[in-house]
């Protein structure tokens, strides 16, 4: 089976998408994009991703990343108008 592909992919709600950053740098993997450079369709969650998959940026493992948060994105979105 492919990673990203079957019936539960495409009833999945865009609205339930995370995103994910790199605690080294900075990058942001966001689900709802996928990874297409690495062959990771859109709609692919984090969680989902192989075990081998590493950060575009850096090319450290999935466990430098964390989950960003909507609020947390919001309040920074806040602080920067300021």
């Known amino acids: 089976m492919k990673i990203g592909y079957g019936p539960e992919c495409h009833l999945r ?8 950053a790199c605690s080294v740098c900075d990058y942001e993997y966001n689900e709802e994009a996928g990874d297409p450079a690495a062959g990771i369709p859109p709609g692919t969650r984090f969680e989902d991703l192989p075990a081998g998959w590493r950060c ?3 090319r450290v493992g999935k466990e430098a990343f964390v989950r960003v948060d909507e609020e947390e994105e919001v309040e ?7």
């Open 13 to 20: 709600d865009v609205n339930s998408m995370a995103r994910w």
């Open 56 to 58: 575009p940026g850096c």
């Open 76 to 82: 920074r979105n806040e602080e920067d108008n300021l």
